[in-house]
Structures are given as C-alpha cells and as structure tokens.
C-alpha cells in the first residue's frame, strides 16, 4: 500500500497569514493527489485534485503543487472559515489511501 | 440540490451484521461510480469500496474484503454497504462518496455520514 504521511499533524496560525501543509507519499503517485478540508462533525470537501487543479467553487486562496513523492498545500491569507482539518489522498493506485491528517488551529 | 444521505447506522455488537444506504439527489445517480470511505479512531480516512455506475465492477479495500457487500439501486438513486462479521475497530462514521470521474477514486460529493459501533 502507499502510505501517505503529511507534516505538520498540528499547525497554529492567525488570521492573514499563509500556511504551507506537506504530504510525502512512500512512492511516486505521478500528480495524482487529492487535498480535503474538514470541518467538526462535517463530510470533507474536496478542494483540490491532480495536485494542482482546484475544484469548482473552492477560493483561489488554496493552491497545490507538486508531483512524483511530494506535495504542498498552501493557503494564502488564512480566513477564519480554513481552521480545520486538512487530508491528502493519493488515487493513483489501489487501495487508494488518506494521510493522517493536519489540523489548523487559530493561534 | 445535490447531495447524498446516508442512514442505517447505529450500535451492534461484535460479529453482528448492518446494513448502510445512501441515497442521492440533485444529480443522475446512475451515471456516476460511487464509493463508501470511512473514518474510524484508529485508522483515520480509510476508503472502503467501489462500484461503477452500473453495478458490474467492484472492489473493495483491505478493510472490507470478505465481511462487505457494496451494492446500488440506480433506478432508486441508492447506494448500500452490507457489512457483517463486524470487529470493534470497525467502529466509525461511514460516508458515502461520489468519484469526479469514471474509477477515478476522487471524491467530490459526500453525505454527511452515519456513526457505526461495534461493541458488547
């Protein structure tokens, strides 16, 4: 299975500033990466797929990068609607896996 | 408005049997592969299983081979996961998911999730 690891699991940021959230795969899923967002006791949404490509309806301030092993989100000018929980999810082979997960805090 | 809702879930006790559903709306249910991922303490975001838009391929993750059965009605915008044998580490909120694409495994459509537990 491809393991799926993200840093930091925890990360305290204020309003306004830009965080930047890591995800490693244990193997080269090419761009085929998923980034979630969840909310307390909510479904996650999806916000970005093929590492880079925002999903229809989700603010320009999240952006995606990467490719073969190692990817970034990064949220711009954080809002007081982005503190959550953040995943990556890699589909590029069976079974198709979800990091741990990285939870943003208000500082 | 498009979504999906999810129901059967509730408390049964180790090797005991349920049955989950989901049912969409808002949308042509039977044109999408839809999926069951769930989240449980132990194992966080686990994807469950698949099934394509028209029944006729299924897969399963680790978690659920041999003991689920994923299944859909489109004729009634339904989705279902059969689960039986149940252990404590199944314990968890099960979601039902909808794939963007054809067997893409990227999930752009969620329900709001129905709480399994599994205890004695």
């Known amino acids: 299975d491809i393991q799926m690891t993200q840093s930091p699991s925890t990360l305290s940021a204020s309003v306004g500033d830009r965080v930047d959230i890591t995800c490693r795969a244990s193997q080269s899923i090419n761009s085929w990466l998923a980034w979630y967002q969840q909310k307390s006791g909510r479904a996650p949404d999806l916000l970005i797929f093929?590492?880079?490509r925002l999903e229809s309806g989700v603010s320009s301030r999240f952006s995606g990068s990467g490719s073969g092993t190692e990817f970034n989100l990064t949220i711009s000018s954080l809002q007081p609607d982005d503190f959550a929980t953040y995943y990556c999810q890699q589909y590029n082979a069976y079974p198709y896996t979800f990091g741990q997960g990285t939870k943003l805090e208000i500082k | 408005e498009v979504q999906l809702v999810e129901s059967g879930g509730g408390l049964v006790k180790p090797g005991g049997s349920l049955r989950l559903s989901c049912t969409g709306s808002?949308?042509?249910?039977?044109?999408?592969?839809m999926n069951w991922v769930r989240q449980t303490p132990r194992r966080g975001l686990e994807w469950v299983a698949s099934?394509?838009?028209?029944?006729?391929?299924?897969f399963y993750g680790d978690s659920g081979k041999g003991r689920f059965t994923i299944s859909r009605d489109n004729d009634k915008g339904s989705l279902y996961l059969q689960m039986s044998n149940l252990r404590p580490e199944d314990t968890g909120t099960y979601f039902c998911?909808?794939?963007?694409?054809?067997?893409?495994?990227?999930?752009?459509?969620w329900g709001q999730g129905t709480l399994v537990t599994v205890s004695s």
């Open positions: 093929k590492a880079s």
């Open positions: 808002g949308f042509t249910f039977g044109s999408f592969s």
């Open positions: 099934i394509r838009s028209g029944g006729n391929y299924i």
């Open positions: 998911a909808r794939d963007k694409g054809i067997a893409v495994y990227l999930f752009d459509l």
